[in-house]
């Protein structure tokens, strides 16, 4: 069979490489794009490969991948199915409008989707959006190769959520995957795109221009934070690929030339004897890339970022979210702040070069002194970069469910969007509180950090300062001053549209 995927991209989160950087020594067909790669389907070509389809990749980070683009080559070349893959609910309206016109040009094509938001809402997609066939609900190794070659009898394909003449069927699931170890790795060489290591942000902070990939070696994650839907997605389980195999595609990828990678794991730092089987490999197989990962400041494997370090480890994300424990234990966060503290006072210690912590904003029952501290906190730390998003509420999390129970979601009309708690919890800081606070907040966080640590910072923006001009990185300082323009604004519940209401109304709705 002949099979197009297709990675449709949240366009807020790409930008093509602003052409001054481009080096001249490198393949000039091949396009640089400042974004993460589509590892979902990067890991599924090869699965699909191996059961004797031939594959076409598309990322519509492209300018040449567009719908229209995608929708001539389906026209031209009549493959026998294309899948789609996307990621988060940010994306949904560009899968709607892909498969409009996908459809357009072919009709009879089937279209699968698959990925964390379809796996969440496969029914209510397939009612919605008549221009997809079935949704694969989870995992796609097995799944994919099964419906491609089961293209006539979707009834007999395990995880499967179709329609049988009009009626939708949930065909019986799936157990998760037990040995991830039995897949080949991921294709890093059929799309023409060179990603670039970069902050997704607005302005071309680019972080290195070294051969850049991401890479999955765990899967899950067996918290419970109220933001969060990986529990629900993964079972809440924890599941790895074994410390050699994971060290085979790291060889690969340093063969290829790769110098930096991003492990995207839920959690990297779960497992000590698997953190040091693989830092000890990357050894002693001298591999030459650097590398970072995120993970819990409560982990097991805090006493192993000494050898992380020694394995070229130079970059790791805490999910610190914030600087009280009202707020952490309100968040189901399972994390003191002495934890947090001493992670990243250890991994600083330990020589690690870049440590980022990730904060929430206008959580529910959180006060501006609360965020305050929250920027005080970061202060104190020995963080290098941080960043203060807003909490926002997304379909399967148990913060989705709350706001169900809460009467403020209806979950029939509004599963196909995302809301900042700001926008929609009577409980939490309003958008204008928010953006005042957060402003003081920056405004503290970096005189702070500009009389308190003056070397680490003029450090930090000397990295910065190798790929960008000074007009962008003053472009990037003075960002978190202003308001930032995403491309779609999350709605606001059906319920909120129906009174006429822009902001939550009751200030005194019960906390459960
Ligand atoms: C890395 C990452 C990012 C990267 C971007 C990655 C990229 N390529 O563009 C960055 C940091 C930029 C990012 C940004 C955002 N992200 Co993000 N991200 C992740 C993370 C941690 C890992 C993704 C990954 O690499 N997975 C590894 C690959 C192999 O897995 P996969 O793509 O899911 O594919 C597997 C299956 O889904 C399936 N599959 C995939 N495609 C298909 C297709 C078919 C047909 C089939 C059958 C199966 C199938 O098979 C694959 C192998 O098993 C996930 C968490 C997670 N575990 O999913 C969150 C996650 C996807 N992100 C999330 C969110 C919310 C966002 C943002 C909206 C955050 C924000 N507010 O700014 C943005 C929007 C990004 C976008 N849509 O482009 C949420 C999505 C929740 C939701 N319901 O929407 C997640 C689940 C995190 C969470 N804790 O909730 N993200
Ligand atoms: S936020 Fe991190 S620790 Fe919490 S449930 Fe999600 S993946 Fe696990």
Known sequence: MYVFMAYVRDQNFCRLLPQKLHRSSSDPERLKVMAFPPLGIQTLAPVLRQHGH??????????????????????????????????????????????????????????????????????????????????????????????????????????????????????????LIRDLNQFPYPDRTSLPIDYIESLPLDVPAVLSLD???????????????????????????????????????????????????????????????????????????????????????????????????????????????????????????????EQVENAVSEAKRQGIERVHGFFVISSPGETKQDVMASFRFAARLKLDTFGFNRLCAYRGTPLWQEYIDRGIIDDERDWDKWFKCSDIDPTALSSAAVNQVRMQGYAWLFACRIFRRPIRTYKLLRTFGRYMKTSDILKLLYSPFRRRTLSRKPDLPARMIELGLKEPALRTAAIP
Request: hydrophobic share 40%; glycine share 6%.
């Open 211 to 337: 051969k850049f990939c991401t890479m999955q070696t765990s899967r899950g994650c067996p918290y419970s934070c109220i933001y969060c839907d990986i529990p629900s997605l993964s079972q809440g389980k924890w599941r790895y690929r074994s410390a050699e195999h994971v060290l085979g595609e790291m060889q690969q990828l340093n063969d290829m030339g790769y110098r930096s990678i991003y492990l995207t794991d839920d959690h990297f730092l779960l497992n000590r004897k698997r953190i040091s089987e693989v830092c000890h490999g990357i050894i002693e197989r001298q591999l030459q890339f650097r590398w970072g990962c995120e993970g819990r400041v409560d982990a097991v494997a805090v006493d192993q970022l000494a050898i992380m370090k020694q394995a070229n480890c130079n970059f790791l994300a805490f999910g610190v979210e914030a600087g009280t424990q009202k707020v952490l234990d309100r968040l189901r966060k399972n994390q003191t702040l």
């Open 54 to 175: 031939r594959v076409r990749l598309f990322d519509t980070c492209h300018p040449q991948m567009q719908a229209e683009h995608i929708a001539q080559a389906a026209e031209a070349e009549a493959p026998d199915v294309i899948a789609l893959s996307c990621l988060s609910t940010t994306t949904y309206p560009a899968v709607k409008n892909l498969a409009r016109r996908l459809k357009l040009a072919a009709p009879h094509l089937p279209i699968i989707l698959g990925g964390a938001f379809a796996t969440m809402n496969s029914d209510r997609i397939l009612k919605d959006c008549p221009d997809l066939d079935c949704v694969g609900v989870g995992e796609g190794e097995e799944l994919l190769p099964d419906y491609v070659h089961n293209l006539d009898d979707p009834a007999s394909v395990a995880s499967l959520v179709w329609r049988d003449a009009g009626e939708i069927v949930r065909n019986p699931s799936r157990p």
